[in-house]
């Protein structure tokens, strides 16, 4: 793996919609436009992030007759959303602070 993809990968955590989106997945799979409402968000951005983030498999899609259900990717993303939620909680007391 390069740089660069190593950059896109971590880029993806490091906006706040698709922030946003990998917690809501973290409950449930859910679909666009539940995403969007539950995120106050447009459903075209959202739409967008989560085309952009199912390139890297970060999320993963399944189809439920008409609907499409996206879901986070579970042997990589959600442990690491896990470890990212414990080193928060522990080590970022400065963050909070400001």
Do not use: W
Request: proline letters at 2%; one cysteine or more.
């Amino acid at each position: 793996m390069h740089g660069c993809e190593k950059q896109l990968f971590f880029g993806m955590f490091a906006n706040k919609l698709k922030v946003r989106i990998l917690e809501e997945l973290m409950a449930r799979p859910m679909g666009v436009t539940e995403l969007a409402d539950s995120l106050e968000a447009e459903r075209s951005k959202v739409s967008h992030a989560l085309l952009s983030m199912n390139s890297c498999r970060i999320i993963g899609v399944e189809e439920k007759g008409r609907q499409r259900l996206y879901y986070l990717n579970r042997e990589t993303v959600v442990p690491m959303m896990r470890l990212a939620e414990r080193h928060v909680s522990k080590n970022c007391e400065k963050c909070f602070a400001k």
